[in-house]
Structures are given as structure tokens and as C-alpha cells.
């Protein structure tokens, strides 16, 4: 299958900082990717969709100058947790779709990112 | 927001045991996909089962899917201690946004 990573894999920072994860599609070419948030023991909600070469699409509830995402090619997409806080702490996962076809495909859902804000 | 719930939110059975997970959801769908996770980690995709499927096999693994009642369910049958996990749905949509939205998920337990 189709591979996706995420980096870095854990990061620990503090409070008033940035904080950037990638998410790369290392072996096709992602034309939507996804990111979301997972709370310990919760489900994964979705944060926001991200398309090549546009803006994102953030899910109610999201703030956009708080989340910033880019995704400038078609293999990479960044996520940007702008002065972070602790409530802000959490696993985040990023997916991405194949561009080939345009029937729904699976999606391939990188390892994820822990972010600890102290 | 959140397009399925899952039920139970947690089982625990014996190894060997069938486990029987389901998940209903709102609206319309495209598909609707399996996955697990183990604790702390990534997701890793099971099945994927499309509205006009309304039964699919992998190994193990046997999902359903009912659109006129919205729900699917996911057995595993002759559970291993190696099952231990959470397992989400996901169901994409048919607006034509590929989103996927997520079950609320279940936490199985299966004690060796």
C-alpha cells in the first residue's frame, strides 16, 4: 500500500511557540490531504482538508489563523500549530488520497504527530 | 464533527471469542472503511466496504453494511490477545469531498 509519514514524530515545546509537521506522501502523489486531531482515548476529528495548490478547507470549530496548513506540492502538506498552548496538545494524524481516478479511494494515514506544549 | 458512533465503546472478551463491533451513522455514503489502532499509534486500514456492498471478507474479518438502516458491523472471529485495540469506522461521504468522518470507536479487550 501507499505510504505516508508525518514529521516529527513526537515533539515537546513550549507554550508561545510554532510547531510544524509535515505530512508526505512518499510513494504517489496526494492531491487531497487530510489532518486531524486525536484527544487520548477519543476519536479522530477532522481538522481540516487540504488541497494542492489551494486554500484549505477547515471543519467548523477550527481556527484557521490557529492551524495554519499548506499544501504547496503534490507529496507534501504542512501543518503549523501557531503559539501553541497546552490545551493544544495532542496526537495528530494527517491521510492522504491517490490522485489517480476519481472514485473515493482509501485513504493511507501517516503514523502521527504527539505534541506536548508545556 | 462526528458522522458515526460506535457501539460498544469498549468490549472485552476471552481469546478464541468472536467480537462483534457496530457502527451507525447519519447521512449518505460513498463507503464507509475499517481501522485500528493500537494505543498511541497510527491507523491501519482493515476494510474498505462501498454502499452498494453489502458484505466483505479479509482473513479474520467480516464487515456488513446496511444503508437503508445506516449501520455496519465489523466481526472478528477467534480473537487473539493480538486484537487488542481500538477500532473506528469511517465513513466518506457523497458530497464529493473524499472527507472522511469517524466513529466514536470501540476499545476491544481480549484476555489470553
Known amino acids: 500500500g501507499a505510504v505516508v509519514s508525518q514529521h516529527p514524530s513526537r515533539v515537546i515545546c513550549k507554550s508561545g511557540t510554532s510547531v510544524k509537521i509535515e505530512c508526505r506522501s512518499l510513494d504517489f502523489q496526494a492531491t487531497t490531504m487530510f489532518w486531524y486531531r486525536q484527544f487520548p482515548k477519543k476519536s479522530l476529528m477532522l481538522m481540516a482538508t487540504?488541497?494542492?495548490?489551494?486554500?484549505?478547507?477547515?471543519e467548523q470549530g477550527v481556527e484557521k489563523d490557529k492551524f495554519l496548513i499548506n499544501h504547496a506540492s503534490l507529496t507534501l502538506s504542512t501543518l503549523t500549530v501557531t503559539s501553541a498552548h497546552p490545551e493544544d496538545s495532542s496526537f495528530y494524524i494527517c491521510?492522504?488520497?491517490?490522485?489517480?481516478?476519481?472514485?473515493?479511494?482509501?485513504?493511507?494515514f501517516g503514523p502521527g504527530t504527539r505534541l506536548t506544549v508545556l | 464533527s462526528q458522522q458515526g458512533e460506535e457501539d460498544p465503546q469498549a468490549l472485552s472478551i476471552q481469546e478464541g471469542e468472536n467480537a462483534t463491533m457496530n457502527c451507525s451513522y447519519k447521512t449518505s455514503i460513498n463507503n464507509l472503511q475499517w481501522y485500528r489502532q493500537n494505543s498511541g499509534r497510527g491507523l491501519v486500514h482493515l476494510i474498505l466496504i462501498r454502499s452498494n456492498e453489502r458484505e466483505k471478507h479479509s482473513g479474520r474479518l467480516r464487515v456488513t453494511l446496511d444503508t437503508s438502516k445506516k449501520s455496519s458491523s465489523l466481526l472478528i472471529t477467534a480473537s487473539r490477545a493480538a486484537d487488542t485495540a481500538s477500532y473506528f469506522c469511517?465513513?466518506?461521504?457523497?458530497?464529493?469531498?473524499?472527507?472522511?468522518?469517524f466513529g466514536t470507536g470501540t476499545r476491544l479487550k481480549v484476555l489470553a
Open positions: 469511517a465513513t466518506a461521504l457523497t458530497s464529493g469531498t473524499y472527507k472522511y468522518i
Open positions: 487540504s488541497n494542492e495548490g489551494s486554500k484549505a478547507t477547515y
Open positions: 491521510s492522504a488520497n491517490s490522485r489517480e481516478g476519481r472514485t473515493y479511494n482509501e485513504q493511507f
